[in-house]
């Protein structure tokens, strides 16, 4: 039987092994990786897809100028058609 201090001596060396052969083929595949995106002149975005920008989600209307028709959700800074008078007067 083996005791538990050959057990842990076995085991730091098969993790040194196996740290030792990650390393060596993670370099190989590095290597691979770079001569393919040379090769076939490869970019960041055809690599990885472009980033898209999450799209804003619009704000429904909260008030109306009957007089034009435009409309604003509350947010942000307060349109001229709006500017002195009661917005509660707007509201849809």
Do not use: C, H
């Amino acid at each position: 039987m083996t005791s538990l201090a050959e057990l842990i001596a076995q085991k730091d060396e098969l993790e040194r092994r196996i740290a030792d052969v990650r390393k060596e083929e993670r370099a190989n595949a590095l290597t691979q990786a770079r001569a393919l995106i040379e090769s076939f002149e490869l970019s960041v975005d055809e690599l990885f897809g472009k980033k898209q920008k999450a799209a804003k989600a619009s704000l429904p209307a909260k008030y109306r100028d009957p007089v034009s028709g435009k409309t604003w959700s509350g947010k942000g800074r307060a349109p001229q058609w709006l500017e002195g008078k009661n917005k509660e007067d707007f509201a849809i």
